[in-house]
């Protein structure tokens, strides 16, 4: 037996009206608009790219199905938006004045965000945890030995980046490990792709990165909530650090609960964690 969904009813008040909205501000492909009587029309729309059911707009007919409109789950998540790139789809979506009433947040299964669409149904955008095709991941404490790993990782990077590699030796990276704190590495097939490093000296964050084709998997939220909780369980002190504006790590540390309060260097953003903002930021996440 082979069966599939094939569309999926959503009840709107007017058909253009609706074409209009989910084909510009939500950047749906137009599938199908057939007429089928005076009143009924065929219309079918779609996410770009998508393989899936298509959404059959559909005209309430009656006044018992105009007061559906908008509310066809009597208040909970009705739709789920899966994309390859969460930031920039979210971003857009902001710029065009769409809704969210949920911020994006790290869920197990991926980054999430909830919004609310023209006729207030609500939807979850969603760039889903990498599937079970990707290797396992494994997450572990450093060593020594990682550090030559560690050092290439740190210097793939795209932002951020070293202006000389050589002012970080391996020698500073084993001082870091062994003596000032502590740090966290993420394996694939026994290769480093990301590491974190947390100074108990200077009370700071001092390194968490990820190599490019490997981020957007949740890779740096688990490498930071490891290296936080180990941080706040050895002391009570402020934790802060220090990353350059407009940058991906940037939204990264805001997005998981950091405050900033004020520049570190000449350019750099410094934010700071405390003890009891991370302890309620772990209650609700």
């Not at 805001?254 to 209650?283: C, N, Q, Y």
Request: glycine share 8%.
């Amino acid at each position: 037996m082979k069966q599939l969904i094939a569309h999926i009813s959503l009840l709107v008040d007017d058909y253009d009206k609706a074409i209009k909205y989910y084909t510009q501000q939500l950047s749906f492909i137009l599938v199908e608009d057939t007429v089928l009587t005076e009143t009924k029309r065929w219309v079918r729309v779609a996410p770009p790219g998508s393989a899936g059911p298509c959404l059959l707009l559909a005209k309430a007919a009656n006044p018992e199905q105009l007061s559906r409109v908008g509310n066809q789950t009597g208040g909970r998540v009705f739709l789920f938006l899966h994309t390859d790139n969460f930031r920039r789809d979210y971003d857009e979506m902001t710029k065009k004045g769409i809704s969210f009433i949920r911020e994006p947040v790290e869920a197990p299964y991926g980054t999430v965000a909830v919004f609310s669409d023209l006729y207030g149904n609500l939807w979850d955008l969603i760039e889903p945890r990498m599937n079970e095709n990707w290797p396992a991941m494994l997450f572990r404490e450093a060593l020594t030995s990682d550090i030559s790993q560690i050092q290439l990782v740190r210097n793939s990077v795209k932002e951020n980046t070293l202006s000389n590699p050589a002012l970080v030796t391996d020698k500073d990276c084993e001082d870091y490990l062994e003596r000032r704190g502590k740090g966290w590495v993420c394996e694939v097939n026994g290769e480093v792709v990301g590491f974190s490093i947390a100074d108990l000296v200077d009370h700071n964050v001092w390194a968490l990165f990820v190599r490019p084709g490997f981020d957007k998997k949740g890779i740096g939220k688990k490498l930071h909530d490891l290296m936080l909780d180990w941080y706040f369980s050895q002391t009570d002190h402020v934790i802060w650090l220090g990353t350059a504006p407009g940058t991906r790590a940037e939204s990264f540390y805001r997005r998981a609960g950091w405050k900033e309060t004020g520049v570190h260097g000449k350019t750099e953003i410094k934010f700071e964690m405390s003890r009891p903002d991370w302890l309620a930021i772990k209650m609700v996440f």
